[in-house]
Every structure is written in C-alpha cells, then in structure tokens.
C-alpha cells in the first residue's frame, strides 16, 4: 500500500513559478511511474506529465512542455513538478499519481494509475 501527499500548491501572479512536491510513504515500488494530472471543477482532469523513477524518463503534454519540468529524489521518495511561466489556465487542483511501470512512458491515462494524493491548489492571478 502506498500513500500520496501533494504540497505546494500557492496562489501566483501569471509568469510566477511553483514547485509542487508528491511525497510517498508506505510499501514504494522501486519500479514506478509518478504521473502529475490537474482539473478545474467542472471538467474532466487532464495529464500534465510523468517521470519514470528508475532512469528518470519523462513525458510531458504539449500544453506544458518547456514550462513545467518534473524531477525526482528517490531518496527521499519524492517528486518535484516545477511550474514556471504560469498561466492563468494553469489554475486548477493539482494531483500526483502512481503506477508500476517500465522504462519509456509516451502517454497519460487517468485509468492507469493506481495511487491519488489528495491535491494541491495553484491559484493563477493577473
């Protein structure tokens, strides 16, 4: 059984940064996928990115992709989503998932994914 705690989470002005960090506890499988998927009340969550802890890959979605980056310390069995240059279609509750998984991943899907933190709010201001 695993555990998931989302932090972070602020409230910014549009081009301001944030890390989110997704702290994992309990049974940790060395061979994982740790997924960052948000969603705004109202509409159905999308996928942000994902990083292969065992190597270190990473996917991101094109809506994000060269302002987000995901990172890892598997010492500390955390991942990091940095978010710079933030939108205001960035708003929405932030939530970290996990899967097993194997080397390259080239997709997200909500489905696949076993494990769910509870969140974190990033709020986007002009």
């Known amino acids: 059984q695993v555990q998931l705690a989302e932090s972070g989470g602020d409230s910014v002005q549009t081009g301001g940064s944030l890390r989110l960090s997704c702290v994992a506890s309990g049974y940790i499988s060395r061979w994982r996928c740790v997924a960052w998927f948000r969603q705004v009340p109202g509409k159905e969550g999308e996928g942000v990115g994902v990083?292969?802890?065992?190597?270190?890959?990473?996917f991101y979605v094109d809506d994000v992709k060269g302002r987000f980056t995901i990172s890892k310390d598997n010492a500390k069995n955390t991942v990091y989503l940095q978010m710079d240059s933030l939108k205001p279609e960035d708003e929405a509750m932030y939530y970290c998932?996990?899967?097993?998984?194997?080397?390259?991943?080239?997709?997200?899907?909500?489905?696949?994914?076993?494990?769910w933190g509870q969140g974190t709010q990033v709020t986007v201001s002009s």
């Open positions: 998932a996990q899967r097993h998984c194997f080397g390259l991943v080239r997709n997200l899907n909500e489905g696949e994914y076993n494990y």
């Open positions: 990083i292969v802890t065992e190597g270190g890959t990473t």
